[in-house]
């Protein structure tokens, strides 16, 4: 089955402990991103990658560290984690970026204390 | 300013009703358009894009881009409990670049 794939979908951890939410992709997709989505907000772009080791700032990148070492992967990493970072996160992909259709991950419910 | 403004409702209306979702942006670069609809606890889908300003149809989807106004429309005809969602504008300057969202507007579809 095609899908994105995110873990963990749930996380609470404390103010500065490094986490890292992993995203895999299964259908070759060469573009990949990650959003958050907050009330009020709605979905902003944090960072995005046309391909491996190609990545790019989307509109809230400040926090935040993605990677891409394999096409199948792109995971966020959050250094030192604050509670104005609590928030949905998702994960998308598609095969060469929009306005091909994106691929959502289930998300990922981060709650910093 | 946010670059692209939508309602976020809430919006509630009886099944077969016809709904009109908005939205309006600054960015005169942005070239294509899109709708995403989102259940809840779900991540987004593609509903509908386009590149150009008119209609496109697609079902009971109708996406309306007119480029002059920068404004778009998603109507829904026959609505239906199944479409409660959140739906969401997203356009894009050039393929491949950043997607810019709206806030989303919440849909209730009543039977």
């Known amino acids: 089955e095609a899908q994105v794939t995110q873990n963990p979908r749930y996380l609470i951890t404390v103010t500065g402990k490094k986490l890292t939410v992993t995203c895999s992709q299964n259908?070759?997709?060469?573009?990949m991103s990650w959003y958050r989505q907050d009330p009020g907000l709605g979905l902003r772009q944090i960072y995005y990658s046309m391909n491996v080791e190609v990545t790019d700032k989307g509109d809230v990148p400040e926090g935040y560290k993605v990677s891409r070492k394999e096409k199948r992967n792109f995971p966020l990493i959050l250094e030192s984690p604050s509670p104005n970072q609590t928030s949905l996160y998702f994960c998308?992909?598609?095969?060469?970026?929009?306005?091909?259709?994106?691929?959502f991950g289930p998300g990922t419910r981060l709650t910093v204390l | 300013q946010k670059e692209v403004e939508q309602d976020p409702g809430p919006l509630s209306v009886p099944e077969g009703a016809i709904v009109s979702l908005n939205c309006t942006y600054s960015?005169?670069?942005?070239?294509?358009f899109m709708w995403y609809r989102q259940y809840s606890r779900k991540g987004p889908e593609l509903l509908m894009y386009?590149?150009?300003?008119g209609n496109k149809e697609d079902g009971r989807f109708t996406a309306q881009v007119d480029k002059s106004s920068k404004y778009i429309s998603l109507f829904i005809r026959d609505s239906q409990p199944s479409d409660s969602a959140t739906y969401l504008c997203a356009m894009g300057e050039t393929s491949g670049s950043r997607l810019t969202f709206g806030e989303g507007t919440q849909l209730t579809v009543n039977p």
């Open positions: 259908m070759n997709h060469e573009y």
């Open positions: 960015n005169s670069a942005f070239q294509y």
């Open positions: 386009t590149y150009s300003s």
């Open positions: 998308a992909s598609s095969s060469t970026g929009p306005p091909n259709e994106q691929f």
